[in-house]
């Protein structure tokens, strides 16, 4: 996966698809033009559901029109999501049309969500998006995001704090 296959999936979904669609996992950082790290699926969910699995099953069929496997969709993501107070508050616009949206998270939002499992590829992604914000003068809730990784500093083994601790120093 990377952001020029992603940008085509967009660009498809806002034509096609209708409602709002997250993106969440590793996917974020090919969506915002990070290209940091090859990964495989896209966590790319509809945020209300209303016509059962044909939402799905229509994404699969533009995933599959611009080369992708069908399996490359993963709505597993939803399901993290779903257990975060107030995440569809923390929710961004990426890209709209008149029927449909696509978002992305909000920086703190994407903390919570990939320090939940805290993996050396999760960690990277969290310094990535975070240079991101950076390098392009984007404001996020600094306080909140510092604290979820005070939690996770609290709560970690000791070989992922060194990688917690970096991140806590870019912020």
């Known amino acids: 996966m990377n952001s020029k296959i992603l940008n085509q999936l967009v660009e498809k979904s806002l034509k096609k698809l209708t409602g709002d669609w997250v993106i969440i996992g590793g996917t974020v950082l090919p969506l915002v033009g990070v290209d940091s790290r090859v990964t495989v699926d896209i966590d790319m969910v509809?945020?209300?559901p209303s016509n059962g699995n044909q939402s799905t099953l229509d994404l699969m069929e533009l995933a599959e029109s611009v080369g992708l496997p069908v399996e490359s969709i993963n709505s597993a993501g939803l399901f993290f999501l779903k257990k975060i107070t107030d995440w569809e508050k923390r929710l961004i616009v990426h890209a709209e049309s008149k029927k449909c949206r696509i978002?992305?998270?909000?920086?703190?939002?994407?903390?919570?969500?990939?320090?939940?499992?805290?993996?050396?590829?999760?960690?990277?992604?969290?310094?990535?998006?975070?240079?991101w914000h950076h390098d392009n003068k984007l404001e996020f809730n600094k306080e909140r995001t510092i604290k979820l990784?005070?939690?996770?500093?609290?709560?970690?083994?000791?070989?992922?704090?060194?990688?917690?601790?970096?991140l806590i120093n870019l912020i």
Not at 103 to 119: H, I, V
Not at 152 to 165: F, Q
């Open 149 to 166: 990784l005070e939690v996770a500093i609290k709560d970690s083994e000791s070989k992922k704090m060194k990688g917690l601790l970096k």
């Open 46 to 48: 509809q945020v209300h």
């Open 103 to 131: 978002l992305r998270p909000s920086l703190d939002l994407y903390f919570e969500l990939k320090l939940a499992r805290g993996t050396e590829s999760d960690l990277q992604d969290l310094e990535a998006y975070l240079e």
